[in-house]
């Protein structure tokens, strides 16, 4: 397969004849913002801002053409590595600790025996479990923000946490029963809510803006239950309950990984899939359905997908909150490119949330807090750091 | 037509108003009601009235009205229908400081939460809005700001939770939101910053309107965008603040209680807040009611009965009417 | 000849019948405006041909087959649409924009071509908006804005083109430049527009073929010269008028007549054609 590479300055690559010239021109523009050529030719504020993104495109003989966006692809690599690297990290921390290089060795057939448990029947399933975790939240909450078109429609706000939480406090309240049995009431919860809003928001398609208010209605409900629960619990109970509801990876081991694990496997592919339909979503129905979108079939699989995908990690590790609503955002500040941005999204739920449990055990001792406590804190801390940084550029 | 309806709220109001005094573990006829708030005579009906039902009545009608102007103010604001007071972290700034007074100053009475928790709205609130850039805050912006900031006190409240039994047993009560707490006291003290605050968002309703149309047309149109915002955020801050501080984050009844006005009223702000502030405190009154007497002699919390009653009610409203988005 | 048919169709909202038995032809190449009063149902009987909205009865013909059962990327290479409302995502510069238009032509394993650079270029080109190529959507004016909408549609590179109130919310000179770019892709690359427009001179000036609609009928079609007489504004819109021959294009041209002095007295026919100018450059009354 012969492929020719050319990098242009975005579609401002006008042929491709010479490409060399035009990607140096391109790389001249400051990380893609810089003042403007022509601040003449006037905006409404006149601020003539230019936002010059690389795109490079990769295209063989036979008419098959991909395409990148140079930031979204390095930002990607990025986080995959950074992921990774607190995955190790996280390994190679608690009681018995291990270096990198330990971890490593051991991961890759090395090691001793006591370092091969550790490894491989204590850490490796919990770090598996974050990651997906982590990914499957931060997939799912790109799907919502972008099909909700708000940035605060996140699976925690449109009442699929709570339908969860309250399936999990059911079983914990009234059936005192073990971690298997929360699992499953969690996903119950989830699932039932996710096809409650579904049907109740359902009039002939699926409506953004109506899905966003039975969501809200849904979750003051379900929140209510919860409340009540809480108040009917004992205190072990209610503990319980509430390292629950925080989200906790504590102790998770391989039963967890697997089922996960292979929902992530069917169900991240398919969202990926609808990607390219969901971006052009972002411009309002009429304008996607022009350009030949099946706005309520893209609608109704991603977000289906999106809530088996919550309803599943809530059930590994709780309705650990934020990690669909900032990873999101997180990203596309990252990447600065429009869209739903699903895979960086869910690379930096990855990292939030195996960072967070990494931070966790660093400043307070293994096991002492739920990684729920810390994913809040560090996206919500990042997410304002990223706001008021880029305060002067004014740009969302 | 408009006018109409907000006369006849009033008269809902006053009625369910009436029913909140009467109506509990001890029923008390009417004439008794009235004697009680107003030629207080010292028999038990009358105690009962006046120490207890009354002041709670009160602190719902004012905090009902105050939660309703602040979520319709916020949903101006952040032109974001899933906004409510809880957006500017205001819920989660009152939170974090009566955990903190419960755990680390060992405050246990309600009325020393009391500020506290307004204490910690106000820091939150002023946060949010330096952090969502001041002069160059966007709805967005601001929006996201608050939930980020929410986002880290929340981690902060669940930590403190978790590590302190004794402090999760007194929040757990705290966070579902009551009107129980209700002393004449307690109400003379928050009534003025609740006043001060809902004269305030009636005021704005004229700039907001403008800002409705998104910040390009209301500058166009002279609103002052910043000191909008400023008086909008002090107003919210005060309202959601006080009603907080008294009954726990009550959440959802300024977050409903707007879309459904909306869709009564159309979209003039001028509307909208009146009968936000008078429909509110239905929701909340009656809810308060109902949780007396469906649990009777013991109640549940009006935060639950509030949303478990206004949820199904407002998912039907959405599914009937075309909504009016912002 | 023409692709785009409607046959009997009822259009409806809900309960609420907007047109019934409707059938209408768009002639091939040709620049068609329909034009009526509000809520007349024009904007419906376009969402119809878009197929954005399915018809209670009856159906709309592409190439002579329903447009409902074909495939929606298909449809979307033959017709483009500019809807009367588009959202443009937060942090989308023009060019992204406009590529997006390229869609329908795209697939997973074929997400942007070298034809895909060259038409989006030309379409920034075609629509005067190549120079703003990096520049964020969100900081352009309101005719900035609607020209790279139209662009992004362009890229569509569909040979029948509908467009919802392309002029709405636009002043004067941004309307006039909207519609002249819309006359060039008539006249320069041959394709068939559809256009709902409020203003009836705009319409009589611009269309090679009009369509005039009331009450979910239509009233007249045809050529404006053939059809745009006194009578039948007088019957679709209520008003009388005079119609007199455009100075600058010889096209129909509505002058409304001058509100009646209370007490009698001639209405001023004279004085009415004299401001003639005066009421073009103003951009005489919405229909």
Redesign the interface.
């Known amino acids: 397969m012969s492929a020719t590479v050319k990098s242009g300055k975005d579609a401002g690559a006008m042929s491709g004849k010479d490409a060399g010239v035009k990607s140096g021109k391109g790389a001249g523009v400051k990380s893609g913002e810089g003042t403007g050529k022509d601040a003449k030719a006037g905006g409404a504020r006149g601020r003539g801002v230019t936002a010059a993104r690389r795109i490079t495109a990769v295209r063989t003989k036979g008419g098959l053409s991909l395409r990148f966006d140079a930031r979204a692809t390095f930002v990607g690599l990025l986080l995959l590595a950074v992921a990774l690297a607190a995955g190790i990290a996280l390994i190679g921390s608690g009681d018995y600790p291990m270096t990198p290089g330990e971890v490593m060795a051991t991961l890759t057939g090395g090691g001793d025996a006591g370092q091969q448990f550790i490894v491989q029947d204590l850490r490796l399933p919990r770090v598996l479990v974050g990651l997906l975790v982590g990914a499957a939240f931060g997939i799912a909450g790109a799907v919502f923000q972008t099909v909700s078109r708000n940035p605060l429609g996140s699976p925690d706000v449109l009442g699929f946490a709570q339908g969860s939480s309250v399936g999990a406090l059911v079983v914990i309240v009234y059936f005192q029963g073990g971690t298997f049995a929360v699992a499953v009431g969690a996903v119950v919860g989830g699932v039932v809510t996710g096809l409650a809003i579904f049907l109740l928001a359902w009039k002939r398609g699926i409506h953004g803006y109506r899905f966003v208010l039975v969501g809200i209605g849904a979750s003051a409900m379900l929140y209510a239950m919860v409340l009540y629960l809480m108040t009917k619990a004992n205190i072990v109970e209610a503990t319980r309950a509430t390292t629950w509801m925080t989200g906790s990876l504590n102790g998770r081991d391989w039963d967890q990984v697997w089922p996960l694990a292979a929902v992530c496997a069917v169900l991240v592919p398919v969202v990926l899939l609808y990607g390219r339909p969901l971006r052009m979503l972002e411009m309002g129905d009429d304008a996607a359905y022009a350009l030949g979108v099946r706005v309520d079939r893209v609608r109704l699989v991603a977000l289906m997908a999106a809530v088996v995908l919550v309803a599943s990690a809530t059930a590994a590790a709780g309705p650990i909150s934020f990690v669909a609503l900032t990873a999101p955002q997180l990203a596309r500040r990252l990447t600065r490119s429009p869209g739903p941005n699903l895979l960086p999204a869910a690379l930096m739920g990855a990292v939030l949330l195996v960072a967070a449990d990494w931070s966790s055990q660093r400043l307070f001792g293994a096991d002492q807090l739920p990684v729920g406590v810390l994913t809040g804190v560090l996206g919500g801390g990042y997410l304002l750091w990223l706001l008021a940084t880029e305060r002067k550029a004014g740009r969302i | 037509m408009r006018s109409a309806g907000l006369v006849a709220s009033v008269a809902v109001l006053a009625v369910i108003a009436v029913l909140g005094i009467a109506v509990g573990a001890k029923q008390i006829p009417l004439d008794q009601v009235w004697h009680g708030v107003f030629h207080y005579s010292g028999s038990d009906s009358g105690v009962v009235v006046r120490d207890v039902r009354f002041p709670r009545t009160l602190l719902g009608l004012i905090v009902g009205a105050a939660l309703g102007l602040a979520g319709t103010v916020m949903q101006a604001l952040t032109r974001n229908p899933l906004a409510d007071p809880g957006v500017l972290g205001i819920n989660a700034g009152a939170s974090a400081a009566v955990v903190s007074a419960i755990s680390f100053f060992g405050v246990t009475s309600l009325t020393g939460y009391v500020w506290f928790a307004f204490a910690g709205a106000a820091v939150v609130s002023v946060a949010v809005y330096v952090l969502g850039g001041t002069r160059s805050a966007t709805p967005v912006r601001l929006a996201l700001a608050g939930t980020a900031l929410t986002a880290v006190l929340v981690g902060y409240i669940n930590a403190v939770n978790l590590m302190d039994t004794a402090a999760l047993d007194k929040m757990r009560f705290w966070t579902v939101g009551s009107l129980a707490s209700a002393t004449m006291p307690t109400v003379t003290h928050i009534a003025p910053f609740l006043a001060v605050g809902g004269v305030l968002a009636l005021l704005i309703a004229r700039p907001l309107n403008a800002i409705a149309l998104g910040d390009d047309q209301a500058r166009a149109l002279g609103a002052r965008l910043t000191r909008t915002r400023v008086l909008a955020m002090l107003a919210v801050t005060l309202l959601c603040g006080g009603a907080t501080a008294v009954c726990g984050p009550i959440v959802y009844v300024g977050l409903m209680v707007p879309h459904v006005v909306r869709a009564i009223t159309g979209p003039d702000m001028r509307w909208i807040l009146p009968y936000s502030a008078v429909l509110s405190p239905v929701l909340l009154l009656g809810a308060d009611v109902l949780g007396r007497v469906v649990a009777r002699p013991g109640e549940l919390q009006v935060g639950i009965v509030t949303a478990v009653v206004g949820g199904p009610v407002f998912i039907y409203l959405v599914r009937r009417r075309r909504m009016a988005q912002l | 000849m023409s692709r785009l048919t409607a046959e009997n169709v009822t259009l409806a909202y809900d309960q609420r019948v907007i047109a019934e038995n409707l059938s209408v032809a768009i002639p091939d190449h040709s620049f068609t405006v329909i034009v009526g009063p509000n809520a007349c149902g024009k904007s419906t009987l376009l969402r119809a041909l878009?197929?954005?909205l399915k018809p209670a009865a009856g159906s709309v013909l592409l190439d002579g087959s329903a447009i409902s059962s074909l495939p929606?990327?298909?449809?979307?290479?033959a017709?483009?649409?500019l809807?009367?409302?588009?959202?443009?995502?937060?942090?989308?510069?023009v060019?992204?924009?406009?590529?997006?238009?390229r869609?329908?032509h795209?697939g997973?394993?074929?997400?942007?071509?070298?034809d895909?650079?060259?038409i989006?270029?030309e379409s920034m080109a075609a629509t005067g908006v190549a120079?703003?190529?990096?520049?964020?959507v969100d900081?352009?004016?309101?005719g900035?804005r609607q020209r790279v909408w139209i662009a992004m549609?362009l890229a569509?590179q569909t040979p029948l083109f509908l467009l919802d109130e392309p002029t709405t919310y636009l002043d004067i000179q941004h309307q006039i430049e909207v519609l002249d770019l819309c006359a060039e892709l008539h006249e320069e690359q041959g394709r068939t527009l559809v256009a709902v427009l409020h203003d009836l001179n705009h319409a009589a000036r611009y269309a090679t073929h009009l369509i005039a609609m009331k009450d979910g009928a239509i009233i007249a079609e045809g050529a404006p010269a053939d059809i745009v007489t006194a009578e039948l504004v007088e019957r679709v819109f209520g008003i009388s008028c005079q119609v007199i021959d455009d100075p600058e294009t010889g096209t129909p041209l509505v002058v409304p007549a001058a509100r009646k002095p209370r007490n009698g007295g001639s209405g001023g026919g004279r004085a009415a054609a004299e401001q003639t100018t005066a009421a073009v450059a103003a951009g005489a009354p919405r229909g």
């Open positions: 878009s197929r954005m929606a990327k298909k449809v979307a290479k017709l483009g649409l809807p009367q409302s588009s959202i443009a995502p937060d942090g989308i510069t060019a992204d924009l406009v590529a997006r238009g869609y329908p795209q997973l394993l074929r997400q942007w071509s070298a895909d650079e060259r989006v270029q120079e703003l190529a990096d520049r964020y900081e352009l004016s309101g900035q549609a569509q």
